[in-house]
């Protein structure tokens, strides 16, 4: 069973960092594929990066290439988002998703079958 929920999301300066944390209500997040997704007010939910189940591979969006990291803890309970030098246009709802175990990382909303409620990232200028 997967139930995710997403933390760590607040209200930042330009230029500040976040770090967003999804779980799976303390179970394992092992054998799934995460992805981190963004939707902000009147816009579609765009991906932002995805790792795969057995963390050898990563993909990020081109627009945080370079100032967003995204890991998994050893636990395997939880994937994190590390944001950097974030800017105003970051400011959205920020999702995680899970999908089952592939050697492909998903980039559309489509490939995930799980999603988590989401966390509010807002930055000001």
């Keep these: 069973q997967?139930?995710?929920?997403?933390?760590?999301?607040?209200?930042v300066q330009s230029g500040g960092s976040l770090r967003l944390c999804c779980?799976?209500?303390?179970?394992?997040?092992?054998?799934?594929n995460v992805g981190w997704?963004?939707?902000?007010?009147?816009?579609?939910?765009?991906f932002v990066a995805a790792v795969i189940w057995n963390d050898i591979i990563t993909s990020y969006a081109d627009s945080?290439?370079?100032?967003?990291?995204?890991?998994?803890?050893?636990?395997?309970?939880?994937?994190?988002?590390?944001?950097?030098s974030l800017k105003p246009e970051d400011t959205a709802v920020y999702y995680c998703a899970?999908?089952?175990r592939s050697i492909r990382i998903g980039i559309r909303p489509t490939e995930y079958a799980y999603w988590?409620?989401?966390?509010?990232?807002?930055v000001t200028s």
């Design 2 to 11: 997967v139930q995710l929920v997403e933390s760590g999301g607040g209200l």
């Design 23 to 32: 779980a799976n209500s303390g179970r394992t997040l092992s054998g799934y």
């Design 37 to 46: 997704f963004r939707q902000a007010p009147g816009k579609e939910r765009e």
């Design 64 to 84: 945080v290439k370079g100032r967003v990291s995204i890991s998994r803890d050893n636990a395997k309970t939880s994937v994190y988002l590390k944001m950097n």
């Design 98 to 100: 899970a999908a089952g």
């Design 116 to 122: 988590g409620k989401g966390t509010q990232v807002t």
